[in-house]
Nanobody
């Protein structure tokens, strides 16, 4: 069973930056594509960014495109989400997800493993 642990969340003012990290452990050779999703209070979980096994292919939600950057370091079993120009509407719990296929995907149901989430709060 793959385990994912997120870190890097916190409170930041609008316009600021945060860098989230997600470290995978146990059966890491099973991990292919990875993604970041987020869930705001009272809303459904939504896609933010995804990256293929090799890191060559990335996808972004329109709401974060140009502000967020996803990357990964397979030697460290870690995926990152650099978030710049943060807005109050980015406030949410951010979840890391992984799937066994090497292909990146934006669909929640395509992911096999999930982290517990890290809170990001952006004040205006």
């Amino acid at each position: 069973q793959v385990q994912l642990v997120e870190s890097g969340g916190g409170l930041v003012q609008a316009g600021g930056s945060l860098r989230l990290a997600c470290v995978a452990s146990s059966r890491t050779s099973s991990i292919g594509g990875m993604g970041w999703f987020r869930q705001a209070p009272g809303k459904e979980r939504e896609f933010a960014a995804a990256i293929s096994r090799t890191g060559v292919i990335t996808y972004y939600a329109d709401s974060v495109k140009g502000r967020f950057t996803i990357s990964r370091d397979n030697a460290k079993n870690t995926v990152y989400l650099q978030m710049n120009s943060l807005k109050p509407q980015d406030t949410a719990v951010y979840y890391c997800a992984a799937r066994s296929s090497v292909v990146a995907t934006i669909m929640t149901n395509d992911y096999n493993w999930w982290g517990q989430g890290t809170q990001v709060t952006v004040s205006s």
